[in-house]
């Protein structure tokens, strides 16, 4: 298996402008967390998915921010409108049945530059 | 407030010696813990899990021990070599196996 995909790697905007991330999980997890990571804050869960169904989302940090996972294979995080202070590094992992007893493997991560 | 600390923000030891990275916690009650690893540019790379009713976990150079009474774990790498050179974050479980928080993370350097 490729791991967890995430596209784009890096993305630069400009403030206002819609931001959409990607996520491909590995087959067959059932689990898919999404994670936004800055100097300041270190590692924080934003939401999670088990069987495509979103189950906590308290760390979603505004109604900018939204999650979907219309299938087992896909995820979007969408930012809109994006301002500066969502500039940070935006990761996705899954896992299979509870990611707490078992490893989250991660993706490569998205670089998001807010301008 | 809850909080999860770790020890120091970056760490410097001599090629051959034990690291020893600490996580304390306040205020969570976790069942799980567990030890990521991050190179600079990467995601977290899953090292070792501990449950709460277990006091030490052992993975080739890696040992882990959980202390729920002082509420803190200790990851230690013996025979440290460069190549451990990485950031450590620990990661608890807040809602027995539905969620997770992580620390703040240690810089782990070891010098030839």
């Known amino acids: 298996d490729a791991g967890v995909i995430q596209s784009p790697r890096h993305e630069v905007t400009e403030m206002g402008q819609e931001v959409t991330l990607r996520c491909k999980p590995i087959?067959?997890?059932?689990?898919l967390f999404w994670y936004r990571q800055t100097m300041m804050r270190g590692l924080e869960l934003l939401i999670y998915?088990?069987?495509?169904?979103?189950?906590?989302d308290s760390g979603m940090p505004e109604d900018r921010f939204s999650a979907k996972m219309p299938n087992a294979s896909f995820s979007t995080l969408k930012i809109q409108p994006s301002e500066p202070r969502d500039s940070a590094v935006y990761f996705c992992?899954?896992?299979?049945?509870?990611?707490?007893?078992?490893?989250?493997?991660f993706g490569p991560g998205t670089r998001l530059t807010v301008l | 407030s809850q909080k999860i600390e770790q020890n120091s923000e970056a760490l410097n030891i001599q090629e051959g010696k034990t690291a020893t990275l600490t996580c304390n916690y306040t205020?969570?009650?976790?069942?799980?813990l567990q030890w990521y690893r991050q190179d600079p540019g990467r995601g977290p790379v899953f090292l070792l899990l501990?449950?709460?009713?277990?006091k030490e976990k052992r993975k080739e150079r890696l040992k882990v021990t959980f202390d729920t009474t002082l509420k803190q774990s200790l990851f230690h790498i013996t025979a440290s070599q460069p190549a451990d050179s990485a950031t450590y974050l620990c990661?608890?479980?807040?809602?027995?196996?539905?969620?997770?928080?992580f620390g703040p993370g240690t810089r782990l350097s070891v010098l030839p």
């Open positions: 501990i449950r709460e009713n277990e």
């Open positions: 998915f088990n069987n495509n169904v979103p189950i906590d």
């Open positions: 990661a608890l479980d807040i809602a027995y196996g539905q969620n997770f928080v």
């Open positions: 205020n969570y009650s976790p069942a799980y």
């Open positions: 992992a899954s896992s299979q049945t509870s990611g707490s007893y078992n490893e989250q493997f």
């Open positions: 087959s067959g997890h059932d689990y």
